[in-house]
């Protein structure tokens, strides 16, 4: 069953509802409390305009954290898409493995509201390391695509290009990216789809099938000497007209990939030539062979949510 979050309004996923406790009733009887305070401190006049007028800011005042509670405190279930109650551990995605030659592992990963995640803190409770992951890395290399649950379920199921988000820095409703980086993933899920529904999915992929023999596959903007190229492809994709855009698509398809760094965003975002942030890295794949390879090298999946 999905509900709506009627103060964010995004879907919440629940499977069923959740058992209430004795102790979460004395927090509505104080929302109701406010709510009748504040009628009671109402004084109406002849029409009823001027009597909605002066309801507007109170029932807006209590009414909008009265659903919060309720969307938020009392469906707060299905907090997990797999093993909801298999917390910190890794544990084997039911379904099909004859793709990939190997089964997904997942992991439930939950923090205390209100708290941020550290990198070596997050690094250390994901137990990224209790994965085959770091073995064989001159033949490997390890991506990550921070996501929301909902859509984990669905590439889980097989990448989609279609489903790629418009002016995209190397795409435009076409491409696919990954993190080199485990913690700018989760960072951009969060920031995303909230703390309630992020998931990160991990890849190994083979170096030599992405890359190719030559090393030619892709195109790589990742130096200093591709910066003026980088500025202009996603000045291209960010803000030129679709005519340009969909030019520039038939000259990238010879490509199964486009590497760079991440764009800064802010008033840097609107400049003729955006700036690279830091020392950041992401991957957009662009071609249906890259595809293949990344859903036959999907390995994990770490769903994050909220302790209650």
Not at 90 to 119: C, M, Q, Y
């Amino acid at each position: 069953m999905a509900l709506m979050n009627l103060v964010t309004m995004k879907e919440m996923s629940c499977f069923s509802p959740r058992e209430l406790n004795a102790s979460d009733f004395p927090e509505v009887e104080d929302l109701l409390v406010s709510l009748f305070g504040c009628l009671r401190q109402l004084k109406f006049e002849d029409t009823a305009e001027v009597t909605l007028c002066q309801l507007h800011s109170p029932l807006k005042s209590v009414f909008v954290p009265v659903f919060q509670f309720i969307t938020e405190k009392f469906f707060k279930c299905g907090r997990f898409p797999h093993e909801e109650s298999t917390i910190f551990e890794w544990f084997d995605l039911p379904g099909d493995i004859r793709s990939r030659n190997h089964s997904v592992k997942a992991i439930n990963i939950e923090k205390e509201a209100g708290t941020s995640w550290k990198r070596d803190s997050l690094l250390s409770t994901v137990k990224l390391s209790d994965l085959p992951l770091l073995d064989e890395l001159d033949e490997f290399e390890i991506f990550f695509h921070g996501t929301s649950h909902k859509s984990a379920e669905a590439i889980i199921d097989g990448i989609d290009l279609k489903e790629g988000g418009p002016r995209m820095e190397f795409s435009h409703g076409d491409g696919f990216y990954v993190f080199n980086d485990f913690f700018a993933a989760r960072c951009w899920a969060a920031s995303t789809f909230s703390d309630h529904h992020s998931a990160v999915l991990v890849f190994r992929v083979t170096k030599i099938e992405l890359r190719g023999d030559n090393n030619n596959n892709g195109l790589d903007l990742t130096g200093v000497k591709q910066k003026k190229e980088w500025q202009e492809l996603v000045n291209i994709f960010r803000s030129a007209k679709i005519s340009k855009i969909n030019e520039t698509k038939k000259n990238l398809k010879k490509y199964d990939f486009v590497e760079g760094p991440v764009a800064a965003y802010g008033r840097q975002s609107y400049e003729k030539f955006p700036t690279p942030k830091g020392d950041s890295y992401q991957l957009c794949v662009r071609s249906k062979r890259c595809v293949e390879l990344f859903n036959r090298s999907l390995c994990a999946v770490v769903y994050f949510n909220v302790a209650c």
